[in-house]
């Protein structure tokens, strides 16, 4: 913890107030550890219920974390400020930044010529009475999701893949109640399930999806839903295989206890196909993203399932946001009805498929196995991240620590991708087998 920073408060609303103006202002940063809560009780002359009460308030909004013999922390990217965490500080000036696991933007498809045709025939503006999901696009993505065997149910769309998660667990879960999510997982749902005040499960990831005795483990521990990434799966680039799947799909068949969330996020950007786990239990719902293949900042993502999570999903949309704006709509309908966009988004997916083979290949010509079976990310394993980070930080590339996706996985970074090119590949290798393998320091042998 920050020496300078002060905790005050004689009451709980007090000191997590406190707390809370602390982590906004960065005084007390990602990571910083906070007092034992009787040593703070003793500093502020407060019973330790009181100074317990409030560090539970800031651990169900996701403020804080505990942890065992580490205490209380601040977690790495607490939800009340847009700042950076402090595991991921801006790369040098000169350094390749491969931390950011986003597409490349000279693959993705240009918007200009769609949103100029839209402009051209956009008539008045549609009113809050006629607006909703236009239908056009209901049926174009169903037609999409029916050629890769994802089960006809409700649709609605959503501004986004994690939105969409946050509404399916809003509306099925209550705080406190366990969500089992893969482990390692997307930095972004860990963070979204800390905020809804919501406990995870870890299930252990390979290359062919969450494997089948976490997943039984989650359910035999609580697990009142469950998150799976179809396909490039971040930050380990696993995908669900038929294998995988027919096992899944058996494990959890007819449950009705449990909500099964599937995030197709990679969408058309795979280059592996899809083997749905969709509609294996009662309650289930299957979100396919827009933000790969043509850029996040389009936030849409189609949402099928069964009639009751859908309707909830949508009927609370409807009393809040009300509906995502028909404008994007229209312009993800002329996208996906475009074949020159189609074939921008295969020809993409195959450079991003040749940019990760060539780094896996690289790395196994330096005895290292790294994952990366689809997707824009490769996961290489190493002893120690901070060492690792730092000594290709130093190397000049700039790689994500994979703190910020693991629960109890092994250590390892995470390598985005999607910008490498052809040359870059030997010099990396080399700078990451050298950060996996850190010459020991001299001094006595052991
Ligand atoms: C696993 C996963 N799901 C979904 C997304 C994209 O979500 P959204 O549609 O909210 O942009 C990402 C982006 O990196 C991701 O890694």
Known sequence: MSARYQLSGTTAVEISAGIESGIRTGALSPGAALPPVRALAADLGVSPATVARAYQELRQRGLLVTAGRLGTRV?????????????????????RDLSRGEPDRRLLPPLGPHLAALAADTGPSVSYSDAGVLPELAEVARARLDADGVPAGELTIT???LDGIERL??????????????????????????????????VPVDDEGPMVAGVAAALAAGARALVVTSRAQNPTGSAVSAERAEALRALLAGRRDLLLIEDDHAAELARVPLYPLAGATASWAFLRSVSKPFGPDLRLAVLVGDETTVARVAGRTRVGAGWVSTVLQRLVLAL?????????????AQSYEQRRDGLLTALAEHGL??????????????????????????????VAPGALYRIAAAPAVRVT??????????????????????????GFPT
Not at 169 to 183: M, N, T
């Open 417 to 442: 991708v999607s910008s490498l090119h052809a040359d870059d590949l030997a010099p990396l290798a080399a700078a990451l087998a050298h950060a996996a393998n850190p010459t020991p320091p001299p």
């Open 369 to 398: 196995r790294a994952h990366g079976r689809s997707g824009i990310n490769v996961w290489l394993p190493v002893p120690d991240e901070t060492s690792a980070v730092t000594a290709l930080r130093d190397a000049g590339w700039a």
């Open 169 to 202: 667990l809003g509306a099925h879960l209550r705080p406190g109640d366990a969500v089992a999510v893969e482990d390692p997982g997307w930095a972004n749902l860990l963070d979204l399930v800390a905020a809804l005040g919501l406990r995870p499960i870890g």
């Open 336 to 348: 996906w009805s475009d074949p020159a966009v189609d074939e921008l988004v295969r020809r993409a």
């Open 159 to 161: 501004g986004g893949a």
């Open 75 to 95: 977690r790495p990217r607490p939800p009340v400020a847009a700042r950076r965490s402090a595991l991921r500080p801006p790369p040098l000036p000169g350094a």
